[in-house]
């Protein structure tokens, strides 16, 4: 499938909507996000000059990453676009053969160690910001907070089970502890960082050591020989 975005136009391979929308924490004023995959002609990849790697367009709000850009994120434990792979089917915008074998090999691309120093990578980002915040109301306090929860939770759940759960239960909690934190306790929010930091080092993970890179190799192939 062709998507047209400004002037380009890509050949997108999966597409969907993440963010908010599908964690359920979005609410009348939240902007939807997609997130997706689309490929370069092969050829474009033998020349002098790389072609773009990623496209990003606003409002719509929507990141696309060339397939080989995806796959070393995803494989890095990177958490925006490992979730990608796991979204409830109804938020599939498109979602062509080469996605959705992609999506069939979403396992291939966890492993034990860098799930754990992802999420709490980035958890700890969230706290840093909150850290740092400037005094007086900021209405991004919250949301930092909601992240942060919503990382270590699902960061910790993926690690326990092999699974990435994008839908959150409850997500009236996550409403609540940004309010909390916004309303300045921040050590509530260093609080559920170091539990769930503990929570890493004391369960046991049904994760690999490492990725399974060959499938992921052996798809990105199939993309380049479709696309010649």
Same mark, same amino acid.
């Given at each position: 499938?062709?998507?047209?975005?400004?002037?380009?136009? $890509?050949?997108?391979?999966?597409?969907?909507?993440?963010?908010? &929308?599908?964690?359920?924490?979005?609410?009348?004023? @939240?902007?939807?996000?997609?997130?997706?995959?689309? #490929?370069?002609? *092969?050829?474009?990849?033998?020349?002098?000059?790389?072609?773009?790697? @990623?496209?990003?367009?606003?409002?719509?709000?929507? &990141?696309?990453?060339?397939?080989?850009?995806?796959?070393?994120?995803?494989? +890095?434990? !990177?958490?925006?676009?490992?979730? $990608?792979?796991?979204?409830? %089917?109804?938020?599939? =915008?498109?979602? &062509?053969?080469?996605? #959705? =074998?992609?999506?069939?090999?979403?396992?291939?691309? $966890?492993?034990?160690?860098?799930?754990? +120093?992802?999420?709490?990578?980035?958890?700890?980002?969230?706290?840093?910001?909150?850290? !740092?915040?400037?005094?007086?109301? %900021?209405?991004?306090?919250?949301?930092? #907070?909601?992240?942060?929860?919503?990382?270590?939770?699902?960061?910790? /759940?993926?690690?326990?089970?092999?699974?990435?759960?994008?839908?959150?239960? %409850?997500?009236?909690?996550?409403? %609540?502890?940004?309010?909390?934190? #916004? /309303?300045?306790?921040?050590? /509530?929010?260093?609080?559920?960082?170091?539990?769930?930091?503990?929570?890493?080092?004391? *369960?046991?993970?049904?994760?690999?050591?490492?990725?399974?890179? +060959?499938?992921?190799?052996?798809?990105?192939?199939?993309?380049?020989?479709?696309?010649?």
């Amino acid at each position: 499938m062709v998507a047209s975005h400004g002037e380009d136009s $890509l050949s997108v391979l999966l597409l969907g909507v993440i963010g908010s &929308t599908a964690y359920g924490l979005a609410g009348p004023d @939240s902007d939807v996000d997609r997130l997706g995959i689309f #490929a370069v002609p *092969t050829v474009e990849l033998h020349g002098l000059e790389r072609p773009p790697e @990623s496209s990003v367009t606003y409002e719509p709000d929507v &990141t696309l990453h060339e397939a080989a850009k995806f796959c070393r994120l995803a494989l +890095a434990g !990177n958490p925006t676009v490992a979730e $990608l792979l796991w979204l409830p %089917d109804q938020l599939y =915008e498109v979602r &062509t053969p080469l996605g #959705a =074998e992609l999506i069939a090999l979403r396992h291939c691309f $966890l492993s034990a160690g860098r799930v754990r +120093a992802a999420y709490l990578g980035y958890a700890g980002k969230q706290l840093r910001l909150l850290a !740092n915040r400037r005094s007086g109301p %900021d209405p991004r306090v919250a949301k930092h #907070a909601r992240h942060l929860m919503r990382l270590c939770r699902q960061g910790l /759940a993926a690690y326990r089970t092999g699974e990435i759960p994008v839908v959150l239960d %409850d997500p009236q909690s996550y409403h %609540d502890f940004g309010a909390r934190v #916004a /309303a300045g306790d921040v050590e /509530a929010a260093r609080s559920l960082l170091a539990e769930h930091e503990a929570g890493f080092a004391t *369960t046991t993970t049904p994760l690999p050591t490492t990725p399974d890179i +060959a499938p992921v190799e052996a798809w990105l192939r199939r993309v380049r020989q479709a696309y010649l």
